[in-house]
């Protein structure tokens, strides 16, 4: 399977067009490229031209010719008569695709004038040029694509295994030599197989580079990603977005500074606050009971509490909820600079979201993040623990940042992590857009046939509109790649549909409430998969299966009682603890954090004076089959009252 390369000419002249295309072509093997297959692709208007870069996935490179006529029709524009500036087209290419480079033909005379109007092109050349001479924008084009396509660290991993050098440095097994070598333990070598045995290697390995320095090629690799991310900085992380998000709080924060914090934000950014010493104002959370899933905290709130908290230091969010809800970060990052304040937006779920029109604009790369994680191995194709760091704060401490990131980073990092963070970038570079826009089909076809069902449904942005009141002010939007099915009319238990899906389509749910459950569409969500899902729903919905059926229907408590902090939560987490039981901790200050899942919310965080109403909460979940974080058998920790 060879990379299709398809470039895209712009010519609204027949003639002209023809003889652009008839000369590049003549070309195509002059450049004796066996390991891509080059086409050519033809549009003689505007509009035909953005027809085929939002459906044809496989264009990497956009020729314009500049004197092609644009109307503002064809841009979608209601202003009557030609444009006056053809760069429009040019911005049109970049909304749907950025990535896609644009080359212009056009007059000699008018190049310095054409490169004045317009950001967006990737070069200019002379048609004439051009005409006698197709060679040199091809192998421009060529060039470029190369550039774009090229991942440093795994192309020089896999150099270096193959060439199968006699290991004397760690790892201990050489390579597998003491698994093979083995009556023991042999099945494990022929489990994984050769490969993952020689390229398991240790940071002997000088000319592959340090990952805590980022030297040679790994640090080629970071920099590479950085462009496609289009920040300042990437960095790869190999103990997943938990460690990156550890690591940004401590780089940003000293001990008693204030930091504004979604509640519902992952476990471990409660926990990079507590190893920074620093003082979280907690905005409350927005839960709706019937589904058991929460929104992003209301911006009037946010507001609010920087009005009473100016001295925050940071303002922390979750920029996509696990079932999909996004925040209008725009709106986030101009109240935060606005005040002096730092954003960072852990988008651990949404490391898409540059890479296809319908989810940039709640990108927080988009929205001017200073600081943004992603976990690359949950929604995108890297390993599991795979994560990116990006950084576009212009205050960057970035010599502090490395000592923090050297603190929580092995000495002894996984080769084949950091080279599945390579390939990650490179595949949403080359063709993220295409396999998004295939999903994004896919999921509205099965909307279609499952708005059909009696019984079950899927969520959409209109129906998070009316469960939460905050959803259309704030201008939040959903991610239709988490596909969170309403369930509660079926009249079986979760536990009964989860083993029913997983015996049917092998399915492992990803996350279940009382009443929904939630399948992830990630990038390797192929078209099968989901007409297996939909020949799953259908039955159930049909209540053509054999399943025991439920009358009981636990719900969650209306509302998660507020945060108050009676200590500062490092404070409480590393002093003096002691384990009571849950039932008697009321009037005690927690030592821990106490996680109800689901739906996942902190209900106790260390520091915080636990009261009478936070009992009643965990009262009201003892009878339901939930995971309680934080309890060891039946007890939680507290701080020992010193008098």
Not at 58 to 79: C, L, N, R, Y
Request: include cysteine.
């Amino acid at each position: 399977m060879l990379p299709i390369v398809k470039i895209l000419i712009i010519e609204d002249s027949r003639a002209l067009l023809e003889q652009i295309v008839n000369g590049i072509q003549s070309t195509i093997d002059a450049f004796e490229r066996t390991d891509i297959t080059i086409s050519l692709v033809e549009a003689d208007t505007v509009p035909k031209a953005l027809d085929l870069i939002r459906n044809d996935g496989d264009i990497q490179a956009v020729v314009f010719s500049w004197d092609t006529e644009v109307k503002w029709a064809d841009i979608g524009d209601a202003k009557p008569g030609r444009a006056d500036n053809n760069a429009v087209v040019i911005d049109m290419i970049k909304h749907v695709r950025r990535e896609l480079p644009v080359y212009v033909l056009g007059d000699a005379i008018k190049g310095l004038d054409i490169v004045n109007l317009t950001n967006g092109m990737e070069s200019f050349f002379y048609r004439n040029d051009i005409i006698s001479d197709p060679e040199s924008i091809l192998g421009y084009i060529i060039n470029d694509f190369d550039d774009r396509n090229e991942s440093p660290f795994w192309t020089a991993y896999r150099k270096y295994v193959v060439e199968a050098n006699d290991s004397w440095h760690t790892p201990g097994h050489s390579g597998g030599a003491s698994f093979r070598h083995s009556p023991y333990i042999s099945d494990f070598y022929k489990f994984f197989g050769r490969n993952v045995f020689v390229s398991d290697l240790s940071v002997s390995v000088d000319s592959l580079g340090s990952l805590s320095d980022g030297t040679h090629a790994i640090g080629r690799a970071q920099a590479i990603a950085a462009n496609t991310f289009e920040v300042r900085k990437s960095y790869f992380v190999t103990n997943g977005s938990s460690t990156s998000n550890k690591i940004i709080l401590q780089t940003l924060l000293r001990e008693g500074d204030k930091v504004i914090v979604d509640r519902n934000c992952h476990k471990s950014v409660h926990h990079g606050i507590i190893q920074a010493r620093a003082m979280p104002v907690y905005l409350d959370s927005s839960l709706n009971p019937d589904y058991g899933i929460f929104a992003p905290p209301e911006l009037d709130q946010l507001k609010e509490t920087i009005k009473t908290n100016t001295d925050a230091k940071l303002i922390v969010l979750t920029g996509c909820t696990y079932d999909g809800l996004l925040t209008d970060l725009k709106q986030v990052v101009k109240l935060g600079h606005d005040n002096g304040m730092k954003v960072f937006i852990d988008e651990a779920w949404f490391a898409y979201s540059l890479f296809h029109p319908r989810f940039r604009d709640y990108s927080a790369i988009q929205a001017g993040a200073d600081y943004v994680t992603h976990s690359a191995h949950k929604v995108v194709s890297a390993f599991s623990q795979a994560s990116f760091i990006h950084v576009n704060d212009p205050d960057f401490d970035v010599d502090f940042f490395k000592e923090i990131y050297s603190i929580h980073t092995s000495t002894s990092p996984k080769y084949q992590l950091i080279a599945s963070l390579d390939v990650c970038r490179k595949q949403l570079e080359m063709e993220g857009y295409k396999i998004l826009n295939e999903l994004l089909n896919n999921v509205d076809e099965l909307k279609q046939q499952v708005a059909r069902f009696n019984r079950l449904r899927i969520l959409d942005a209109k129906d998070f509109g009316k469960i939460f009141p905050h959803f259309a002010k704030d201008n939040m939007g959903h991610d239709p790649l988490k596909i969170l099915i309403d369930v509660s009319a079926l009249e079986y238990s979760n536990q009964e549909i989860h083993r029913f899906l997983m015996d049917e389509v092998a399915l492992e749910i990803e996350k279940f409430t009382h009443s929904t459950i939630l399948v992830l569409l990630t990038l390797g969500g192929m078209r099968s998969k989901i007409v297996r899902l939909y020949n799953a729903l259908k039955k159930l919905d049909q209540g053509s299966v054999s399943l025991h059926r439920s009358k009981s229907k636990n719900v969650l408590p209306c509302k998660i009682p507020p945060i108050k902090l009676a200590e500062l939560p490092s404070n409480a987490f590393f002093g003096k603890r002691e384990a009571i039981p849950w039932q008697d901790s009321a009037g005690r200050v927690a030592a821990g954090l106490i996680v109800p899942y689901p739906p996942g919310i902190p209900l106790i965080v260390p520091g915080q004076l636990i009261q009478e109403e936070h009992i009643d909460y965990l009262r009201s979940l003892s009878s339901q089959k939930l995971t309680i974080q934080g309890f060891y058998d039946g007890e939680l920790y507290v701080m020992v009252n010193e008098n």
